[in-house]
């Protein structure tokens, strides 16, 4: 395990690399707001709040790889051109080259692979202090609400945003995330006449939102963006779930 005095050295050396490979940084963050499709209507005033923490529970593994792909999905909606993100996790069971199908560039990826959740903790609260990244991801299946706080504080003062997966987490508490979801998976959606797999599909719910509503959606990824699912309209398939 390393060091403080190590850890720091790693994340400066880290920094300096990011900044200089993106360039000067003139706002934190001043593009528009990520478009996420037929989800936009359950945001406040439509608008993803994409600068806050955002919460994916998965219970099993199929749940688990659901998750991962809708997350890249959203993870998309965040970069831009040049920019890079920090993926951090101790178990890598994600295929990098597989990201291009969710409109992203491995290559715009760190991924950082690590043992504890302490450590993982860690490195992404230091990470989120960066405002050159586009987001920070981690696969960390139980926080500390305490631990929580200091990943939204962070969050607010640099204004990247952070994804959090948490698979087969012991507890699920109240936390200040600001958004919490449950992705489970759907059959994919075949074009007709095509062989194959189609494009993906999940059964996504958003169990909490501030100042939003939460729901529960079907919906795809066409290889650029989300669509409506193979069901009836939103208005129909809507259920508001109490806030988690």
């Given at each position: 395990?390393?060091?403080?005095?190590?850890?720091?050295?790693?994340?400066?050396?880290l920094?300096?690399?990011?900044?200089?490979?993106?360039?000067?940084?003139?706002?934190?963050?001043?593009?528009?707001?990520?478009?996420?499709g037929?989800?936009?209507r359950a945001?406040?005033?439509?608008?993803f709040?994409?600068?806050?923490?955002?919460?994916?529970?998965?219970?099993?593994?199929?749940?688990?790889?659901?998750?991962?792909?809708?997350m890249?999905?959203?993870?998309?909606?965040?970069?831009?051109e040049?920019?890079?993100?920090?993926?951090?996790?101790?178990?890598?069971?994600?295929?990098?080259?597989?990201?291009?199908?969710?409109?992203?560039?491995?290559?715009?990826i760190?991924?950082?692979?690590?043992?504890?959740?302490?450590e993982?903790?860690?490195?992404?609260?230091?990470?989120?202090?960066?405002n050159?990244?586009?987001?920070?991801?981690?696969?960390?299946?139980?926080?500390?609400?305490?631990?929580?706080?200091?990943?939204?504080?962070?969050?607010?003062?640099?204004?990247?945003?952070?994804?959090?997966?948490?698979?087969?987490?012991?507890?699920?508490e109240?936390?200040?995330?600001?958004?919490?979801?449950?992705?489970?998976p759907?059959?994919?959606?075949?074009?007709d006449?095509?062989?194959?797999?189609g494009?993906?599909?999940?059964?996504?719910?958003?169990?909490?939102?501030?100042?939003?509503?939460?729901?529960?959606w079907?919906?795809?990824?066409?290889?650029?963006?989300f669509?409506?699912?193979?069901?009836?309209?939103?208005?129909?398939?809507?259920v508001?779930?109490k806030?988690?």
């Open positions: 395990m390393k060091q403080p005095a190590e850890r720091n050295e790693v994340i400066a050396r920094r300096g690399e990011l900044l200089s490979a993106r360039g000067p940084v003139f706002s934190s963050h001043s593009h528009d707001y990520p478009d996420l037929p989800l936009n945001f406040p005033e439509h608008c709040p994409y600068q806050g923490t955002h919460e994916f529970i998965s219970h099993n593994s199929e749940a688990a790889a659901a998750t991962l792909g809708f890249a999905a959203v993870l998309s909606r965040f970069m831009k040049q920019e890079t993100a920090i993926w951090v996790g101790a178990h890598r069971t994600l295929f990098p080259p597989g990201l291009k199908a969710f409109c992203l560039v491995p290559d715009r760190i991924f950082v692979d690590l043992v504890s959740e302490k993982m903790l860690w490195v992404v609260e230091e990470c989120l202090k960066c050159a990244l586009a987001a920070v991801v981690g696969e960390i299946p139980d926080i500390h609400p305490i631990a929580f706080r200091r990943l939204q504080l962070a969050v607010e003062k640099s204004g990247v945003p952070c994804l959090l997966h948490r698979h087969r987490p012991r507890n699920i109240n936390t200040v995330c600001t958004t919490r979801w449950e992705i489970r759907v059959a994919s959606l075949i074009e006449g095509l062989p194959g797999v494009y993906p599909q999940w059964q996504v719910a958003l169990l909490k939102v501030r100042n939003g509503k939460p729901g529960n079907q919906l795809s990824w066409d290889g650029q963006q669509q409506q699912g193979n069901t009836t309209s939103m208005e129909e398939q809507q508001y779930i806030a988690g």
